[in-house]
């Protein structure tokens, strides 16, 4: 749709869904960049069709595909996934990618954020974003779903929601010089307000330790039903992330929601830490403007980065011992969902995890 | 979808339905390059806007455009036009699009053909085609829908049916030697009957006079409604579309359908002969390996080259002394139809017309 809305989503009645919630489906994007994906992308796109697939025995799935990799995707993808050409930067779609909405009608929209590649020219991963940038736009005309375009950089990623007006993020991320400089706590607040159709934020000082995405809460600290936070911990207190962790928990403890509730708070042990291996790091192209991926990096791994498809939940595991553990923790979250875990580590090296990679479409109003 | 079926339209209970028949929408493919459309291929892009905008009045239509075109599309589009990206080497989905299909449930599927650029290596119209070969695939994935993929050389434009079992063509472009020149006339047939789900196929020797597709059929001679032709004609005995039309105007008049009916044949005389002019051609870059557009040359302009969408038809002009009389013939044909008018010279100047950049998907059994 050419034209966006002029009106906010607060005002049309239009708010976020929680993830939980019926899908109409997922999007997610092939990634194919041989300056962040190892060995020439091969085995990220095995990870990334491998969660694909896997989502697409629950509800439709849609990859998107550069041109260049069309043919090369359609070998490698079952014909239980939609693959539509669509140029991109990375594939990253949670937080390029549209957010979804929907009104109690059931009736869905989408907001179009800008996006700067996490930092923009100075500090962001790559450049050009481009792409990236219209990929919000494209699924959202490829579903005629009216679009909201506000003058704003987010990514999904750095937000989370409860469903019933509650929004989860970080300061080190929302209120990074790099993302909306111009913008007061206050301003960035009002969006948030605006276009999630929120009442309640609640702020975390910081995200995962060396979260490149400035500490996205997807990966840190999510709802999975209202009421009800996970949170990535460790029992080690040497470790950084013993800081953060405990900081948030903190905050979390003390917060309530916007129904008024009090937080039920559900420590998530963290995998490692894992490090990226020499190995890992020489599959990967020097391009300069690129972050490079340097060997003996700490891996920002956690099982928060989950996600919740209809009837699942698709959680990264790396073969370490606190899957067993953060497998049981999510069978206790969603005992009427089956748990399915899929190797998280060739997505994790790229920079992210199983939600980075996915969007959802809302069902709507409907009962699936 | 990965997989083609392995069976055939005509033993599935599948058939191509006749253009009157409902439809569920209308692609196009937007022009951009150079090298066939003048200048910088705006003209063109402007009358693709405005056969999309006519035909989007009376139906939902998608248009596909490259990632580089993506923004000056959608700023020349109206929010009634579905814009998807999609990679092609030109613009004419008639020919390098899916063919639809559909069975009694309503239900559509679409054959998958091969494209070689009307002809191939040596004396196709550009090279490579391999995005426009892909086109086909890309359209049926998006829509979900099942495809057949014949290894047989067709475009769209060089068949028509009545949607009861007959196909019009001709033996210039279906029997050339650059299409499927390994294949008896039987064997074409074979592949007519079984993936159009045909009875009866009409040859005729010829299409248009200097028709640089070979001679396709969309471009001289369509049914209209099942017992009736229109085929393009002229009075003039010295112009050698003279005798093109009066040889396939005798075979028409000894034909009968497949459902043994003779047929009612309509002359629409043609517009011109039109020419292209110096500034027209010197506008088009040259580009070696593509045909090149020159100054004078006759161009294949003809009224049977018009669209049906769903109430309207969509008629090319030429600022002619014909095109009254063609409106009237139409507006015969169509009695239940707006007959709409669009200016066809500077798709015409790209080397075909309405009917050759749209593609219809039908709506299935149901009535609309």
Same mark, same amino acid.
């Given at each position: 749709?050419?034209?966006?809305?002029?009106?906010?989503?607060?005002?049309?009645?239009?708010?976020?869904?929680?993830?939980?919630?019926?899908?109409?489906?997922?999007?997610?994007?092939?990634?194919?960049?041989?300056?962040?994906?190892?060995?020439?992308?091969?085995?990220?796109?095995?990870?990334?069709?491998?969660?694909?697939?896997?989502?697409?025995?629950?509800?439709?799935?849609?990859?998107?595909?550069?041109?260049?990799?069309?043919?090369?995707?359609?070998?490698?993808?079952?014909?239980?996934?939609?693959?539509?050409?669509?140029?991109?930067?990375?594939?990253w779609i949670r937080d390029c990618g549209?957010?979804? =909405?929907?009104?109690?009608?059931?009736?869905?929209?989408?907001?179009?954020w800008?996006f700067?590649a996490w930092?923009? =020219?100075?500090?962001?991963?790559?450049?050009?974003?481009?792409?990236d940038?219209?990929?919000?736009?494209?699924?959202?005309?490829?579903?005629?779903?009216?679009?909201?375009?506000?003058?704003? +950089?987010l990514e999904g990623g750095s937000?989370?929601?409860?469903?019933?007006?509650?929004?989860?993020?970080?300061?080190?991320?929302?209120?990074?010089?790099?993302?909306?400089?111009?913008?007061?706590?206050?301003?960035?607040?009002?969006?948030?307000?605006?276009?999630?159709?929120?009442?309640?934020?609640?702020?975390?000082?910081?995200?995962?330790?060396?979260?490149?995405t400035?500490?996205h809460?997807?990966?840190?600290?999510?709802?999975?039903?209202?009421?009800?936070?996970?949170?990535?911990?460790?029992?080690?207190?040497?470790?950084?992330?013993?800081?953060?962790?405990?900081?948030? =928990?903190?905050? =979390?403890?003390?917060?309530?929601?916007?129904?008024?509730?009090?937080?039920?708070?559900?420590?998530?042990?963290?995998?490692?830490?894992?490090?990226?291996?020499?190995?890992?790091?020489?599959?990967?192209?020097?391009?300069?403007?690129?972050?490079?991926? +340097?060997?003996? +990096?700490?891996?920002?791994?956690?099982?928060?980065?989950?996600?919740?498809?209809?009837?699942?939940?698709?959680?990264?595991?790396?073969?370490?011992?606190?899957?067993?553990?953060?497998?049981?923790?999510?069978?206790?979250?969603?005992?009427?969902?089956?748990?399915?875990?899929?190797?998280?580590?060739?997505?994790?090296?790229?920079?992210g995890?199983?939600?980075c990679?996915?969007q959802?479409?809302?069902?709507?109003?409907?009962?699936?």
């Amino acid at each position: 749709m050419s034209a966006p809305l002029t009106s906010t989503p607060r005002s049309d009645g239009y708010r976020m869904h929680a993830e939980w919630e019926p899908h109409r489906g997922t999007w997610l994007i092939w990634p194919e960049r041989s300056d962040n994906w190892r060995n020439g992308a091969k085995p990220a796109q095995a990870a990334f069709a491998h969660v694909a697939e896997t989502i697409a025995a629950a509800e439709p799935v849609t990859v998107c595909v550069s041109a260049g990799q069309y043919v090369n995707a359609r070998e490698r993808l079952s014909d239980a996934v939609r693959l539509v050409e669509m140029s991109s930067n990375d594939s990253w779609i949670r937080d390029c990618g549209p957010t979804f =909405l929907v009104n109690d009608a059931g009736r869905v929209r989408g907001v179009d954020w800008k996006f700067n590649a996490w930092g923009g =020219l100075e500090v962001g991963l790559y450049f050009p974003w481009d792409a990236d940038d219209l990929v919000g736009e494209k699924v959202l005309d490829l579903e005629r779903d009216q679009r909201y375009a506000p003058d704003f +950089v987010l990514e999904g990623g750095s937000i989370d929601v409860d469903g019933q007006g509650t929004v989860l993020t970080t300061e080190e991320c929302l209120l990074h010089g790099n993302r909306n400089p111009e913008m007061s706590r206050e301003l960035i607040e009002w969006h948030l307000r605006e276009y999630l159709n929120a009442e309640t934020i609640i702020w975390l000082p910081r995200g995962v330790y060396l979260d490149e995405t400035n500490g996205h809460v997807d990966n840190f600290a999510r709802f999975v039903r209202p009421g009800q936070v996970m949170l990535t911990w460790t029992d080690d207190e040497s470790d950084p992330q013993y800081e953060i962790s405990n900081e948030a =928990l903190t905050i =979390l403890r003390e917060a309530k929601d916007a129904r008024g509730r009090e937080l039920e708070i559900t420590l998530v042990h963290q995998p490692g830490p894992l490090f990226s291996t020499d190995a890992e790091a020489r599959g990967v192209d020097h391009v300069p403007g690129v972050q490079p991926r +340097v060997a003996g +990096v700490r891996l920002a791994g956690s099982y928060v980065n989950s996600y919740f498809a209809n009837g699942i939940v698709v959680l990264p595991v790396f073969d370490d011992p606190h899957d067993e553990a953060a497998v049981e923790t999510y069978g206790q979250f969603f005992p009427e969902r089956r748990i399915v875990t899929v190797p998280g580590r060739e997505i994790l090296l790229g920079g992210g995890n199983v939600h980075c990679v996915t969007q959802q479409e809302p069902f709507g109003g409907h009962t699936l």
